[in-house]
Each structure stands twice: as structure tokens, then as C-alpha cells.
């Protein structure tokens, strides 16, 4: 039985999870470091547990001092979120043998897909298309080199137990390989605390397409269709979309066959996300999974009418999926926006201070979900991501215009933020048409020219020329006067 959840999270997904727990009939248990004393997330919930300093090491990562949480508000689930301990094996295990539910997935999925050698060698036996390359860890140069000249290049280096772009090299010559291999090497071991690679074939322009699987205790499981995520930088997300552009019913149903495969090759329980490329023919091939609630959950849910928060609490609960995968269908279309504390204009570096305005107008088929309010300061110590802007529509169109329009409503000063890069995405004709992959930003987004809408540049550009040409008039020689 649940009564009380207690969220292992902050910001905006601590937010989100505390209004559907609270529509249940729940209590929720909020948890907070000393810079989150006052935000939104502390004062919604029924109770609030200080864990400790800024530092989420000594926050919202320490596993003792979230268990101590737990106990004394004597709650009787945790849900983590997602980031922090959401895919830890060793946090989930201790919940478990605390007697408490751990909302997500078994200790054994999270171990398996947390790995991505384990994840493909698990897959491998399900006949789910992968990308050619390594099933084992790659150590040596020699090696290194064998593999590459079997497959061919480009091939990329990948930490096998981490993500977020970080322990990824491409390699396109054999003359580049032993340097990028020990990048690859040390940037996975700093990163993780383990140096361990393998080896794929690089797609050059590949799409990225996720699908949502939900799968109870009771050998029952659905997916709940794909998000288009290929609008990134430095491998992480910016905007997602669902459904893909140009994606077939036939392609939906085989990848979405696919994705409940991978699911039973770990024996998941929950919701999760299964993560394929696309490459130009449309072939596609297993990535990776991520054993939580995604990012971009939101996106989702509008099309299907489904709340996941709530269903990942049902499944918690031992109850079984409420439908089978032909009641399921796709309704409209709906489009996520990331704002990041973040200047594109730079690289996409965090910008760090105080909201000094953050103001909005949401109209039907808007939605933010936002751990932030007005006054308060971005700290250092977390992820940047400021909120999520959300908009639905009975088609693409309608829910592209939509975000333009919340887009141009937000007030915010104080912080850089992704808003002017997403305007900038939703009138450029590659992904107005959805032909669009994941190197959008490298090809189409240069300089800080490109946040300004065209109007205005050519409005600028003839204010411009009329001074220009004012000012040649005030210099110019009257031809009456002798140049000599």
C-alpha cells in the first residue's frame, strides 16, 4: 500500500511529480538543499526534509541521508525522478531492502541497461537491429584498429557505463585512432569512475527516435508510440517532438515491436524509454535504454492522454496496465522546448544569476512545467534546465505556431536562456518540413545573427544603409570646390 511518496529530486520533476501524487490522494515527502530552501518544490509538498548542503554530493546524492528522510517521515515509496539516483542499482536495492517501493524498474534492469555492453549482449538475443561494432570492452590499440578496419570508418569510441555525450569520440583515419581512444578512455573513467569503451559504426546523419514502453508485474506491456529528440547539443536534447515527422504506421509498429523486446530482455517493470537511431534509408538500430521517466515525458502524455507519473505509481503499486496496445492510438501533436539557463549565443555555456523577471502568458495547448519562480537564482551546483514549454495542437502546424507564440510571451531578464534558439528552430524551413537529424545546430546554427528573426535583420539592415548613406552626404566634396 502507498500513502506517502517521497521524491529524491528537485526543480521542475520534483514539481511535475508532487501534483500527480497529490491528485491521487497521496502525500508527498519533499526533499532540499540549503540553496533550495524556498522553491517551488519545498513549499507544494505535505512535508519537507532538509538533506544538506548545495553540493549534490552531499544532497541530493547522498543515499544515507535521503534513507534517513525516508524513515522519518515514514514514507512508503520513493520516487527519484529523473538524473541524481534515478538509474542507481545500489540506491533502488537499498530501498528495497529498507521495505520500501522503489518507483521505477528492478535493481537487475537498471544493472543491465545501465551497462551498455550488458544492454547489448542482453538485446542481442531478442534479433533487435543493432549498429555493427563491439560486444565487448576494447583496451587495446591493436584491437582498436582491427575493429575499425572491419566495419569501416567513421567509427565512434563509447564509454560503455555512461551517456550525455560525455566518453564519445569520433574516429574518421586510423591516424586519429590512438588519440582518440585515450580521450575516450580518460574522459569515461573522469566522468563515471570507469574507463571502460567499445566500438560502433558512426551514423553521419542519423535521426534519433525514442519509444515509450510502460511494463507491469504481470507480464503485461505496451509502448506508447515514438518522440523525435534529433534537436540537440553536445549530444543532449534541446526540443522534442511526438509523432515523428514522416514516421509510417507499418515503421511505428516495428520499432515499437522492437522496443517491447528490449524491454523483455531485462524483464522491466515501470516506464522507460527505449532509444533508437535512424539512419538515411530508415533503417534503424538499438541505441540504448533509459530505465526512468524521461526529460521529455510531457510530449507524450498530450498525445496519449495519459499522465506516466501516474501510471509508473499504479504499476508501483501491483496493479495491472489498464489497456492493452490496440486501445492506444495518437491524438494531435505536441512539441517540447528545454529552457536552459544557457547562452546559445555562446556555445550553449551556462548562464548563471537571479530571474529577476519571469513572466508568461499561457493560451490553450500550452503547458510549462517549471521548478523556478520569479527572484529566484540558478545555482551552480545542478543541471541549468530552467523549465519545459509544452504545446499541443490537432496537428504539427497548429502546435509549432502555438510554441512561437508562447515563446514570444515570456518575459524573463536576470539569465541567457534557449528560448530565442527555439524560436529560431521552429521558422526554419528544415524543421518546418521535418527534414531534420542530429546535426541541426552544427549545420544550420552559427553565429547570435541567427536568434534574430528575419524581419528584423532586414529592418536593421536598411536603418543601416540609411545612416550609412547620411553620413556619406555630410562628407561628400560639393563639386563646385577644387580638389587640387
Avoid at 567509427?155 to 560503455?160: E, G, M, Y
Avoid at 505496451?222 to 518522440?227: A, G, I
Amino acid at each position: 500500500m502507498i500513502k506517502k511518496i517521497l521524491i529524491a529530486n528537485r526543480g521542475e520533476i520534483a514539481c511535475r511529480i508532487i501534483r500527480t501524487v497529490q491528485r491521487m490522494g497521496l502525500q508527498a515527502v519533499a526533499v532540499y538543499s540549503t540553496v533550495d530552501s524556498d522553491a517551488p518544490h519545498v513549499l507544494m509538498a505535505d512535508q519537507a526534509i532538509l538533506l544538506g548542503p548545495a553540493p549534490a554530493a552531499q544532497s541530493y546524492l547522498d543515499q544515507d541521508r535521503i534513507m534517513e528522510a525516508a524513515q522519518e517521515t515514514q514514507a512508503d515509496a520513493i520516487h527519484p525522478g529523473y538524473g541524481f539516483l534515478s538509474e542507481n542499482a545500489s540506491f533502488a536495492q537499498r530501498v528495497a531492502e529498507a521495505g520500501l517501493i522503489f518507483i521505477g524498474p528492478g535493481v537487475a534492469a537498471i544493472e543491465i541497461m545501465g551497462d551498455k555492453l550488458a544492454a547489448k549482449a542482453a538485446v542481442a538475443a531478442f534479433d533487435v537491429p543493432m549498429l555493427s561494432g563491439t560486444n565487448e570492452r576494447v583496451d587495446a590499440l591493436d584491437d582498436a584498429r582491427k575493429i575499425a578496419e572491419e566495419i569501416g570508418y567513421p567509427i565512434l569510441i563509447k564509454a560503455a557505463a555512461g551517456g550525455g555525450g560525455k566518453g564519445m569520440r569520433i574516429v574518421r583515419s586510423v591516424s586519429e585512432l590512438d588519440q582518440q581512444l585515450q580521450r575516450a578512455q580518460s574522459e569515461a573513467q573522469a566522468a563515471f569512475g570507469n574507463g571502460m569503451v567499445f566500438i560502433e559504426k558512426y551514423l553521419e546523419a542519423p535521426r534519433h527516435i525514442e519509444f515509450q514502453i510502460l511494463a507491469d508485474a504481470h507480464g503485461n506491456a505496451v509502448h506508447l508510440f515514438e518522440r523525435e529528440c534529433s534537436i540537440q547539443r553536445r549530444h543532449q536534447k534541446v526540443i522534442e517532438e511526438a509523432p515523428a515527422c514522416g514516421m509510417t504506421d507499418s515503421v511505428r509498429s516495428e520499432m515499437g515491436q522492437a522496443a517491447l523486446l528490449v524491454a523483455k530482455s531485462c524483464k522491466y517493470l515501470g516506464a522507460g524509454t527505449v532509444e533508437f537511431l535512424v539512419d538515411e534509408e530508415g533503417k534503424f538500430f538499438f541505441l540504448e535504454m533509459n530505465t526512468r521517466l524521461q526529460v521529455e515525458h510531457p510530449v507524450t502524455e498530450l498525445i496519449t492522454g495519459l499522465d506516466l507519473v501516474e501510471e509508473q505509481i499504479r504499476i508501483a503499486r501491483g496493479e495491472k496496465l489498464r489497456w492493452q496496445q490496440e486501445d492506444l492510438a495518437i491524438g494531435g501533436h505536441a512539441i517540447e522546448l528545454r529552457i536552459y539557463a544557457e547562452d546559445p549565443q555562446n556555445g550553449f555555456l551556462p548562464s548563471m544569476g537571479t530571474l529577476e523577471r519571469f513572466r508568461f502568458s499561457l493560451q490553450e495547448g500550452m503547458r510549462l512545467d517549471s521548478g523556478y519562480r520569479e527572484g529566484m537564482t540558478i545555482p551552480l551546483e545542478y543541471d541549468p534546465l530552467l523549465a519545459k514549454l509544452i504545446t499541443f495542437g490537432p496537428d504539427r502546424t497548429v502546435a509549432l505556431s502555438r510554441m512561437r507564440e508562447a515563446i514570444a510571451s515570456f518575459d524573463l531578464v536576470g539569465i541567457q536562456s534557449t528560448l530565442p534558439f527555439g524560436d529560431f528552430v521552429c521558422r526554419h524551413p528544415a524543421f518546418r518540413k521535418g527534414n531534420y537529424d542530429t546535426h541541426f545546430v552544427s549545420t544550420y546554427f552559427g553565429s547570435g545573427e541567427d536568434l534574430i528573426p528575419v524581419e528584423l535583420q532586414e529592418a536593421a539592415a536598411r536603418v543601416a544603409l540609411q545612416l550609412y548613406l547620411q553620413e556619406l552626404d555630410r562628407f561628400r566634396i560639393p563639386r563646385t570646390q577644387s580638389t587640387l
